[in-house]
């Protein structure tokens, strides 16, 4: 099993790069993303595939979200198995740091219809879903996804961004809710108690992620979270001022809450499960919590953009990632949720203990309380996180 603890988890790497501030200044600039020549069609942006004549495949990544050899980490061993397998030659690069950047990396190239140099990209579900609207990604061929039809998590079908399962398959998956520090604070069961409770004040943080936090906020107001209203959204954004405002929270973070929180410098927070799990390997009494409410349920999807010209090797490789006894292996190494069936099965010949834990593989009653944050359009999410951003002093 991959070591815990490691220097900068994937999901820290998802909002470490620009910070809030420049997401700001980043959904400043989304109003132009629907203008003339940004915006394609399948009909007036037509990709040729040439994976019949070319076995190769370029697939871009986060760093350290993909399963490495311990003894010999030029080896990447579902990988290797895939390509000695398919013989498809895959480039694996791994140059997703961070949503807004890569976005501005890809830009230009798919508002004009040109090829990025990439077959498949890894990127969250509410940069897929404003790719996904600006029509720059290739649908694919669901008769060759096979195991994805039969394994993928009924949670993370029919998304609002992707309500058909063909534009966005989730490469790994986690969880945004509570968790808590055994050592310096009693259980904490909700999102009213971490917002009002006595003991808790000052010792808290939140996420300077909007969907996350304000999904969680959503939910303990009765709200759903993947369809709601603005006078909704203003409703729990207004909770959250109270509490900002009762210095309830002292500071809104992107992953750096976990030292604080191993340390005991803040008693409880929202964060996310691969942190935690991290954190538990070291110190058990680093606790997740699922709130009452209800928890949110992220993922980083598998894309294939306009002019990709390799979209049937990348379908084989998708299929492939999705047959249980690979995706084990590659749960054993990441830590996130799996987003395959059948998996956990298979993890239990890999790592009894992964295999029984619920931040991995959650069980039914916990994914029964998961929400994906609703698809924004433009105007809504330049108005939304600009609000957020103006409550949270960024």
């Known amino acids: 099993m991959r070591s815990p603890l490691r220097p900068l988890t994937r999901r820290g ?14 959904a400043g600039t989304l109003a132009g993303c629907g203008t003339k020549g940004a915006q394609q069609t399948e009909a007036g942006c037509k990709s040729e595939d040439l994976s019949a004549t070319e076995k190769k495949l370029a697939f871009s990544n986060w760093p350290q ?52 140099g990439r077959d498949i990209m890894v990127l969250t579900d509410w940069m897929a879903a404003r790719m996904i609207r600006l ?22 079908r ?12 989730p490469w790994q998956s986690g969880l945004a809710g509570l968790a808590y520090n055994a050592k310096v604070t009693k259980e904490i069961r909700s999102v009213d108690e971490l917002l009002t409770r006595p003991d808790l004040k000052g010792k808290v943080t939140a996420l300077s992620e909007m969907r996350d936090t304000m999904g969680l906020l959503l939910q303990s107001n009765g709200h759903d979270p993947a369809n709601f209203t603005t006078a909704q959204f203003d409703d729990a954004l207004n909770k959250l001022k109270k509490a ?4 309830q929270i002292r500071k809104f973070t992107g992953n750096d809450y976990a030292p604080d929180l191993a340390k005991g410098d803040i008693a409880a927070c929202i964060g996310w499960s691969g942190d935690v799990i991290q954190l538990g390997f070291e110190d058990e ?37 999705y047959d249980p006894a690979v995706a084990a292996k590659l749960a054993a190494y990441v830590n996130y949720i799996c987003p395959v069936k059948g998996a956990q099965a298979e993890m239990e010949k890999i790592d009894p203990d992964l295999a029984s834990n619920p931040l991995i593989f959650p069980d039914d009653a916990m994914l029964s309380k998961s929400k994906v944050f609703m698809a924004l359009d433009e105007k809504r999410e330049k108005e ?11």
Not at 79 to 90: E, P, R, T, W, Y
Not at 384 to 394: D, L, M, N
């Open 285 to 321: 009494k680093i606790k997740f919590v699922v709130p009452e409410s209800g928890v949110m349920l992220w993922s980083d999807n598998m894309l294939v953009p306009n002019k990709a010209s390799h979209r049937a090797n990348a379908e084989e490789l998708i299929n492939y990632y």
């Open 244 to 247: 900002v405002d009762a210095k």
């Open 65 to 116: 979200y993909m399963d490495v050899d311990e003894k010999d980490e030029s080896k990447r061993p579902t990988l290797d198995a895939f390509i000695a397998k398919s013989g498809v030659q895959v480039t694996y690069t791994e140059d997703v740091n961070d949503n807004n950047e890569f976005f501005g990396k890809v830009q230009n190239q798919l508002a004009g219809c040109q090829t990025t």
């Open 158 to 169: 029919n998304r609002s961004f992707d309500s058909d399962n063909q534009l966005a398959i």
């Open 135 to 156: 029509g720059w990604i290739q649908k694919l061929d669901k008769a060759k996804l096979p195991n994805v039809d039969a394994n993928l998590l009924p949670s993370l």
């Open 13 to 26: 790497l998802l909002t470490g790069t620009l910070g809030s501030a420049a997401l700001l200044a980043t």
């Open 384 to 394: 939304y996180e600009t609000k957020f951003q103006q409550v949270i002093g960024a």
